[in-house]
C-alpha cells in the first residue's frame, strides 16, 4: 500500500489498507515471466508466523526449529527433498482420491475465476487450477513417466527450496472451502490437494502458529484455547448471570453429567469473545427453555477440529475425544453447536476415522420425537438442524417482532452449506425468528457461498491483506443487501465466520453486525416467568425502535462500490 495509511498503522490492522487501492486489480495483466520463474513474495501481511517449536514438540511433529519465512535460510533438514518426495509416494499409495486428483485434471480453466482470494488479488497463483499445479507440477516430474521424459513441456519441474517457499505461502492462502470444486467438471476437489501439501510441509516442519497452537491445547486440555476445566464452569457460569439479567430466568450449567441423553459440543469461539458468547448463551436459554436433558463436557470442550487443517492423523486424534467422552458419559447421542469445519470432519471424514459410533443411539429428539436418520453412523447433528425441527413441530414460543430492529442476511457457511448440504434449516430457523430476512446474490449464497477468508486456519492478524483480499467477494454481497434493504445483521452459524466476518463486515460493509443464528433465537424465545425483556444478551434495548440504526457506510455514498457490490 502506498498511500497515508501504512503510515499510521501495521500490516496486521485492517486500517492500513486503502479500500480504494484495494480494489485496483488488473485481472487482464499477462505476467512477464512464466508462473514457473516467478518466485513467492513473501512480505509482511500475506503470510502468517510459522509454529512455536514446543508447541510443534508437544504433538509430535518433526523438525521443530525456530526460522522466519522473511530469512533466506528456512533451515530445513538436509535430506529435506527425500522426505517430501517420501511423503508424496505414500500419500499416493494410501490416498486414492489424492492420485485421482494429481492424474485428471484437463485444465479447462472452469474453477479459475471461482476463489475468492483470486477474485480480491488477481495473483494467478490463486486460481485453483494453479494452485493445484504447484503440487501436481512435482508430481509429474518425479512420478510420471511423460514428465520424466518430457519436463516443463508437459508441466513437470523439479523440487527446489522455491517450491517449498511457493507452497507455504499459497497453501497457507486456501482456506479448503471447495467453491472451486462445485464447478469442476471432474469434482476435483483443492482442498483435498491443500490439505496434501500442507501435510508435506509439516514434515519439514513447516507450519502456523495460528493452526498449531491450537491443536497443542486442544490436544492437552480439550479446547483450542487452552481453558481448563474450571475456567470453562466459571465462563458458562457467569453466561447464566448476563441471561438472567436478560430475562429473569436462571439457567443450569449441567457439567460432565453422566447419563445426561445429550452430549452438547461447541467450538471454543463460542465461549470465548463477541460475537460468539451471545450465540453461547442462545443455546443455553433454548435447552432450559425446552428441558432438555444434556451435558457439557470439560474434557471435549471443542467442537472445532484444527486438527483437519494439519494431517488426518491429527483431525482424527482430536476427533476420537468427543466420541471418547460420549462413551464415558453414557450419552444417547451428540448434539454439535455453530461450528463450520467441524461438520466437515463429522460428514465426510468422521465414520472411516473413528466410526461408525455403534455405542451410541441413532439420534432421536427428545422434544418432538423426530428420528434424524442421516445421523445413524455419527449420532451427531447440527443445532440448526435440532432447532429447525422444534420449531416446525411447535416446540418453542416465539415472538419474531423482537427481531425486528434488525434486517437480516444468511451467510452460508462453507462447510455446513458445501460439506453437509444445510442449505434450508438456517433459513427456515431465521424467517421464524426474524421478519426481516433478505437474501445476497444468488451466485454468492447455498452451494456457491463465498468463504469468509479466514477459514482453515487463516483468520489471525498477521495476514490481513489476504484475508481483506479474500473477504472481498463476501464483503461486497453484504454491502449489496445493505444498499438495497437496509441489513443490518450478518447471520452465520460458524464460530470461525463470525469472528472473521467481523472484520470483513467492518471493512467492506461497515455497520453490519454478525450474529449466530440461536442468538437470534433466543431473542425471540418467550421463555416460561420471563421478566418483561427490555435488553438482549447484549444489553442493547430489546425493543426495535430504540435499536440504534447504523450510520450510512460511506460506500453506500460512492457509486463505484456500488457499481462493485452489484457485480458480485
Ligand atoms: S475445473 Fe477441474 S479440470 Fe478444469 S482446471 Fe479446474 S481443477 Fe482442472
Ligand atoms: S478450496 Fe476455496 S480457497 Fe482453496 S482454491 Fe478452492 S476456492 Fe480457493
Not at 429428539?365 to 451427531?380: L, N, Q, V, Y
Not at 489471525?460 to 434493504?485: C, S, Y
Amino acid at each position: 500500500m502506498s498511500s497515508g495509511h501504512e503510515k499510521k498503522f501495521k500490516p496486521d490492522q485492517m486500517e492500513y489498507y486503502d479500500r480504494d487501492e484495494l480494489v485496483q486489480i488488473d485481472y487482464r495483466r499477462v505476467p512477464e515471466k512464466g508462473w514457473m520463474d516467478e518466485p513467492a513474495d513473501i512480505r509482511h501481511g500475506n503470510f502468517i508466523y510459522p509454529a512455536n517449536p514446543q508447541k510443534l514438540e508437544y504433538i509430535g511433529f518433526p523438525n521443530a526449529r525456530h526460522w522466519s519465512p522473511l530469512e533466506k535460510d528456512w533451515k530445513l533438514p538436509s535430506n529435506w527433498k527425500e522426505i517430501v518426495l517420501q511423503g508424496i509416494r505414500e500419500r499416493l499409495d494410501k490416498y486414492r482420491s489424492f492420485k485421482v486428483f494429481m492424474d485428471i485434471c484437463v485444465r479447462c480453466g472452469a474453477c479459475a475465476d471461482k476463489c475468492h482470494f483470486y477474485i480480491g488479488g488477481g495473483d494467478p497463483k490463486n486460481m485453483p487450477v494453479l494452485r493445484a499445479e504447484l503440487l501436481r507440477s512435482i508430481y509429474r516430474n518425479d512420478f510420471t513417466t511423460a514428465g520424466k521424459l518430457l519436463g516443463k513441456m508437459v508441466g513437470a519441474r523439479p523440487l527446489t527450496i522455491d517450491v517449498i517457499k511457493e507452497w507455504f505461502l499459497y497453501f497457507y492462502q486456501c482456506t479448503e472451502c471447495r467453491r472451486c470444486s462445485v464447478f469442476c467438471p471432474y469434482g476435483i476437489d483443492t482442498a483435498e490437494i491443500t490439505m496434501m501439501a500442507r501435510e508435506l510441509l509439516n514434515l519439514l516442519g513447516i507450519n502456523i502458529n495460528w493452526i498449531i497452537q491450537p491443536v497443542a491445547d486442544c490436544y492437552r486440555t480439550g479446547n483450542h484455547l487452552g481453558i481448563q476445566p474450571h475456567g470453562l464452569k466459571d465462563t458458562l457460569e457467569f453466561f447464566t448471570e448476563d441471561i438472567e439479567e436478560a430475562t429473569g430466568v436462571k439457567v443450569d450449567v449441567p457439567m460432565n453429567k453422566k447419563g445426561a441423553d445429550i452430549l452438547f459440543v461447541t467450538p471454543s469461539g463460542d465461549f470465548l469473545a463477541e460475537p460468539g458468547i451471545y450465540t453461547c448463551m442462545g443455546y443455553m436459554a433454548i435447552f432450559h427453555e425446552l428441558g432438555l436433558n444434556y451435558t457439557w463436557s470439560t474434557y471435549a470442550s471443542e467442537g472445532g477440529n484444527f486438527g483437519f487443517f494439519t494431517s488426518a492423523d491429527m483431525m482424527k486424534a482430536l476427533n476420537s475425544k468427543i466420541y471418547a467422552e460420549a462413551k464415558r458419559l453414557g450419552v444417547k447421542w451428540i448434539l454439535g453447536g455453530e461450528c463450520g469445519h467441524m461438520w466437515r470432519v463429522l460428514h465426510q471424514y468422521m465414520d472411516t476415522m473413528n466410526g461408525p459410533a455403534d455405542f451410541l443411539e441413532v439420534p432421536v429428539s427428545p422434544i418432538t420425537g423426530t428420528r434424524f436418520e442421516h445421523a445413524r453412523s455419527t449420532k451427531m447433528i447440527h443445532i440448526v438442524e435440532f432447532l429447525a425441527d422444534a420449531i416446525k413441530h411447535g416446540k418453542l414460543k416465539l415472538d419474531p417482532t423482537r427481531n425486528d430492529g434488525r434486517r437480516v442476511t444468511f451467510h452460508d457457511s462453507c462447510n455446513p452449506a458445501r460439506g453437509m448440504g444445510m442449505l434450508e434449516e438456517p433459513r427456515y430457523v431465521l424467517k421464524n425468528v426474524c421478519n426481516n430476512f433478505f437474501e445476497m446474490p444468488s451466485n454468492t449464497i447455498r452451494e456457491q457461498t463465498f468463504c469468509c477468508g479466514g477459514g482453515a486456519g487463516l483468520g489471525t492478524e498477521e495476514n490481513m491483506e489476504v484475508r481483506l483480499r479474500g473477504g472481498m467477494p463476501r464483503g461486497n454481497a453484504v454491502r449489496h443487501v445493505q444498499e438495497k434493504h437496509d441489513v443490518n445483521v450478518l447471520a452465520a452459524c460458524c464460530a470461525i465466520d463470525r469472528a472473521t466476518l467481523t472484520n470483513v463486515c467492518d471493512y467492506w460493509a461497515p455497520g453490519v453486525k454478525v450474529s449466530g443464528i440461536s442468538e437470534l433465537v433466543a431473542n425471540a424465545l418467550v421463555m416460561k416467568g420471563e421478566k418483561a425483556r427490555e435488553i438482549d444478551f447484549r444489553k442493547e434495548p430489546m425493543r426495535p425502535e430504540e435499536l440504534v440504526r447504523p450510520e450510512e457506510p460511506e460506500a453506500a455514498k460512492d457509486p463505484k462500490h456500488a457499481k462493485e457490490a452489484a457485480h458480485v
